[in-house]
């Protein structure tokens, strides 16, 4: 006889919501999920935005993320006004501010976390069939109108693109904010080089709301139940009901089967959209918000880009109401207007402040395409090329390189979209890695920083290539944005010059008058050269300059290869460059001072240190 504990559903009016816990839903293999649907009380069929995912559905935001909601609430006002906020959660939406407009919200704790039994696999194709089978579920009940939209932050969009590709008949339009897509290029391994974000995330956002965790997890703020299920597990248990992520990340250097079960095909990603990104999200979540607009076969489909923390303008009334009048359009089929507005609306940085532009394609059509040579004897970056033979420059493989600058601006120059490198480099070893970041210095030369997603002290942009997964894919490649195949590795020869074109992510910013533009080729991750950006709550190191984002895993970069001498050559036929979108004023659509600009450019943009 099975005597566990078990979850008893149960209905209950308050704070103006029907509230249903704890809702049974069955999978297909027979294990049963469970979802909190906040709904009208008033009887009606209602639209449903739904968010599957593994940080349990009972625990508060302000629990399980203190450090993150008391910046986000000081700075934020808006985000706490006109709710109690009881019911606020990590990346996904109050339903205290979307049941009034006729929307059921439902959160569903994914497999193995929270509430929900059975073995964590994050992003798994078992996660990706469960989140369908929990879409057609809510369709399907009669409370529901039928349609599904989904919506939230990082783990709850990125698996938005995953679902997509699997075309749920009721799944109707989703905001992807700030979620990345390709688990390789965009997840995983950068460039080829491992992320050891992954595994760490593992242990600090999953395994502490694992299924099972009983006391050893918390309990809701809400109703007083254990947000981890009513079962307690041991240790060996709970290990045996979970991949071992970390190591089934370090297996499949390459990209394979593995990767490809967890992306998108982008041909089949059909559902309209709202993609959001983060010009500070670097470098995890902005390449697959860019690169779904770009390539996803959705006839409908927006792009929003904007700044500061990862978390802030998902719940600001500037991101709040732009979600609300995409899903008002597809979801309740209101004649809004939405179906005027600009395919891209860009919230373009400055060094102190945002302005909102909008805009009819990703990349910029009346983009200048841009390039900056590199010079050897001065470190400069000039729009002629080297002349004759130039000396080649030499540093440590794992070391903080060179910088290369341009002269300082004699105008106001914008930088929006994205760029790319090329270089010619040898090793000492057979392998290399090149770390790219592309920087701003005030007239002073000190380095102009952002706050982004994560950390707050971001440079403008970053990219990264080891060079044996130089491979180009020639049909999806472009000079703007090289796509590599990272299908086989071409290890070098002691001594041997490459070609290497870098991929850097989408980026934005106005270089001022008199500032200067800096381009530093490492070995190893980006520091910021001023005071630690501290730590949060949910992440292991202290913020550096790349947030939790780091590169440096023994195991994936061996000091036998990767610690010898990178060179980079230049002269003759070897161009190195760096190709820049700079964007010309725009006469048709006058840039204008945005909301979000009012309220974040006094606290978001710039730091000089």
């Known amino acids: 006889m099975d005597d566990r504990p078990r979850l008893t559903p149960r209905s209950e009016v308050r704070s103006g ?52 909601w008391e910046r986000m609430a000081r700075e934020h006002p808006d985000v706490t006004a006109g709710s109690s906020n009881l019911y606020q959660q990590w990346e996904v939406v109050d339903p205290e501010k979307w049941v009034p407009h006729d929307y059921a919200c439902m959160r569903v704790d994914s497999r193995g976390a929270g509430c929900s039994p059975g073995r964590i696999d994050p992003f798994s194709p078992r996660e990706t069939k469960d989140f369908y089978n929990c879409i057609e579920w809510a369709a399907v009940q009669p409370w529901s109108n039928g349609k599904v939209g989904l919506n939230g932050i990082s783990y709850y969009g990125s698996n938005q693109w995953h679902i997509a590709t699997l075309q749920p008949p009721h799944l109707a339009a989703m905001c992807i904010w700030e979620g990345c897509a390709d688990w390789h290029r965009d997840m995983t ?7 050891t974000f992954w595994e760490n995330w593992y242990d600090m956002q999953v395994k502490t709301v694992q299924y099972g965790a009983g006391e050893r997890g918390k309990r809701s703020r809400v109703h007083g139940e254990l947000v981890c299920g009513p079962e307690t597990l041991s240790n060996e248990e709970l290990a045996s009901n979970r991949v071992p992520f970390g190591d089934d990340i370090r297996a499949h250097p390459l990209e394979d089967d593995y990767h490809r079960a ?60 732009l979600q609300l009048r995409f899903f008002d359009y597809f979801l309740h089929g209101k004649k809004n207007g939405w179906d005027r507005q600009p395919r891209v609306q860009l919230q373009v940085r400055h060094t102190d402040k945002f302005v909102e532009r909008h805009e009819d394609e990703w990349p910029l059509k009346r983009t200048r395409w841009h390039k900056l040579h590199l010079h050897t004897l001065d470190q400069s970056l ?63 030369m000190k380095e102009v920083v952002f706050q982004g997603a994560i950390d707050p002290h971001t440079p403008v942009a970053q990219g990264w290539l080891r060079a044996s997964h130089r491979k180009l894919d020639k049909k999806l490649s472009t000079p703007w944005r090289p796509y590599h195949t990272h299908d086989k590795k071409q290890p070098l020869k002691k001594g041997e010059v490459v070609e290497l ?37 949910n992440f292991k190191n202290e913020l550096t300059g790349c947030g939790p984002f780091l590169h440096d895993d023994p195991r994936d970069r061996p000091p036998k290869i990767f610690s010898g001498v990178t060179t ?36 978001s943009s710039r730091k000089a240190r």
């Open 17 to 68: 919501m029907r509230i249903d816990w704890d809702v049974p839903i069955t999978m297909d293999d027979g294990l049963v999920l469970r979802a909190d649907v906040f709904r009208p009380v008033k009887d009606g069929l209602y639209p449903v935005i739904l968010s599957y995912g593994p940080y349990a559905k009972g625990l508060a935001f302000q629990d399980g993320y203190p450090s993150a």
């Open 262 to 321: 967890r992306s998108p095909i982008w041909s089949k990603v059909k559902t309209p959209f709202l993609s959001t990104a983060n010009w500070g999200g670097q470098p995890l979540h902005p390449r697959g918000n860019f690169e779904g607009f770009y390539r996803a076969a959705a006839e409908d489909k927006w792009l929003e880009v904007h700044g500061i923390e990862h978390w802030t303008h998902f719940y600001t009334d500037y991101g709040r109401e």
């Open 189 to 195: 391994h950068h460039g080829g080089i491992l992320c």
């Open 568 to 603: 980079l050559h230049f002269g003759g036929r070897r161009q190195s460059c760096l190709l820049l979108p700079l964007i010309p004023p725009q006469k048709s659509k006058p840039a204008r001072k945005s909301k979000t600009a009012k309220t974040t450019s006094r606290k």
């Open 382 to 444: 000039r729009a002629t090329p080297a002349k004759g033979k130039a000396p080649s420059i030499s540093f440590d493989a794992m070391g903080d390189g060179v910088t290369f600058l341009t002269d300082p601006a004699k105008d106001d120059v914008e930088i929006t979209g994205p760029s790319s490198l090329k270089l010619y480099v040898s090793s000492s070893t057979n392998d290399a890695d090149i770390f790219v970041v592309v920087r701003v210095f005030s007239p002073e």
């Open 501 to 537: 074109d870098i991929e850097i992510w989408p980026t934005s910013i106005v270089v001022p008058k008199g500032y200067r533009l800096g381009l530093s080729i490492r070995g190893k991750d980006y520091v910021y050269p001023g005071p630690s950006g501290g730590k949060l709550s």
